[in-house]
């Protein structure tokens, strides 16, 4: 799977294919690819439980098919841009208001 570039994270993956619908059955992004660990299909053998996006799409023969395997990336943000005193208390960074310099964030 090809990774969105605004997310180039995968999201905290489950191991391998659990048969559960709706979380990340993909590995880490290495080089703008997510990959799922292998998928062994058994003929009749596949889950009929797959609620989420997607899960109709193997009706036909759903035992046969397996729509749980999916894809979770987290997009990459950011906010702010200015820290500054705000002299008057007025909520707006004034011309006459100095920014402050050097601030770090935690996340």
Known sequence: MVAPADA???STPVSGDNDVDGNNNGNPVVAGISQSAPIVLTAGGETADEPSQGGTQDDASDVN???TVDFGFVPTMSIGSTVYYDNND???HDADEEGIQGMLFPY
Do not use: K, L, R, V
């Open 8 to 10: 180039q994270t995968a």
């Open 65 to 67: 098919g397996n729509m």
């Open 90 to 92: 007025n909520g707006e």
